[in-house]
């Protein structure tokens, strides 16, 4: 359900997604899942196939490596960083429903 949230403190988010490499030197079993149901099989897309707990082992591995913390964003935040300056709109990209996204009848 739509309820008000507050953003408390500040905070950064990438502008791009992992890819296959960045993920598999974390996790280079991960490569055998490349294109698995036709799904991003080169080194430069986004990585697929990850669970939440993978997600949150490879932040706390690249906070260590790189000694600056990283965690995933909280549904508040990702929603903040979506909306952009659209913020007080019932969708991230304005009030109304893309035709794409209508429901079917």
Known sequence: PSHMVKITQPFQI??????NIQYE????THRELRGKLGFSQEDDEAVVFVSWYDAVNFCQWLSEKEGVTYRLSTEAEWEYAARGCLTGKRYPWGDRIHPQRRKLQ
Request: aromatic content about 20%.
């Open 14 to 19: 990438s502008s791009y997604q992992v890819t």
């Open 25 to 28: 030197q974390f996790d280079p």
